[in-house]
């Protein structure tokens, strides 16, 4: 990485990073204990809206990886955030699981199909064409249009799923409305994030697996970014890109002894 202030906080993507598949990746469990051990602040980063941050802690601390609620930011979190910015006390007519719909109760929205202030799409595995039918409606009808993160497809056991972003450009073309995304890459994401620990980001690092999603999201947050080769992106699809991670490492037990 280039030569600035040293790195006093680490943003990590979750999947891919610390964990695939379930299974924790090699050197994840030393990593996060070397930060601890170093009083160094620490958040972990998902698009993931499934969940609840509770929820993630839980799996995560399944497989060896301690990892408190508070220190887990999910899109699901960041978008219930925004919202409750931009509209406060507003309602939204939702697609999602557990995560997205707890994050919006927590920030005081109702949620309805009666003429509500947004749609707000997220992850789940159980897209229905009624609900999908019914948020085309909303948007055509005014309701604006919000998305928690611009991933098309997810990763299961059995191969790659549709995601939000798949879902929310099938309703794009629809309605002809483009969806705000608040997950990565929007640096919004990652300016909450860094507020969330009081990082700054000149002596911040972001850990990601996705050169379109979390280096691209760190190099907007002028942040160092290091892409690890044991998730989605290979090292040969780097090459593609317009931009370069400040650091290309095969897992993220290469980092354990830098920190």
């Known amino acids: 990485m280039s030569e600035r202030r040293p790195v006093e906080c680490w943003l990590a993507d979750m999947d891919g990073v610390l964990v695939h ?33 509770r929820d993630l802690s839980a799996r995560l601390q399944a497989v060896g990886l301690d ?3 508070d220190l887990i930011w999910t899109s699901a979190l960041a978008t219930a955030t925004f919202l409750a910015d931009q509209a406060p006390g507003g309602s939204a007519f939702v697609i999602g699981e557990a995560g997205l719909i ?33 948020a085309i409606r909303l948007v055509e009808r005014g309701a604006r249009f919000l998305a928690t993160n611009p991933d098309t497809v997810g990763p299961s056991p059995e191969g790659p799923l549709p995601a939000t972003g798949a879902v929310a450009a099938l309703i794009t073309k629809a309605t002809g409305v483009e969806p705000y995304f608040v997950g990565k890459p929007n640096p919004l994401m990652m300016r909450s994030a860094l507020n969330r620990i009081e990082a700054h980001s000149e002596s ?24 690890v080769l044991s998730g ?18 095969d897992s993220i037990a290469d980092l354990v002894d830098g920190i």
């Not at 170093?38 to 941050?53: D, E, M, P, Q």
């Not at 920030?107 to 039918?133: A, C, K, Q």
């Not at 989605?232 to 290309?248: G, H, K, M």
């Open 102 to 134: 707890t994050a919006l109760h927590g920030m005081g929205y109702v949620l309805t199909d009666r003429n509500p202030d947004y749609v707000v799409l997220g992850e789940t595995r159980t897209y229905s064409f009624s609900t999908i039918t019914t």
């Open 67 to 69: 990892v408190s609620e």
């Open 204 to 227: 911040t690092a972001m850990v990601g697996d996705r050169m379109d999603t979390d280096v691209i999201s760190g190099i907007e947050a002028g942040l160092r970014t290091v892409l």
């Open 232 to 249: 989605v992106t290979r090292r040969e699809d780097i090459e593609r890109y317009p931009y370069r991670p400040s650091l290309v490492v």
């Open 21 to 53: 598949e379930g299974h924790p990746v090699p050197g994840a469990p030393e990593f996060v204990s070397r930060l601890r051990e170093s009083g160094k602040r620490f958040l972990v980063l998902t698009n993931n809206s499934i969940y609840t941050a």
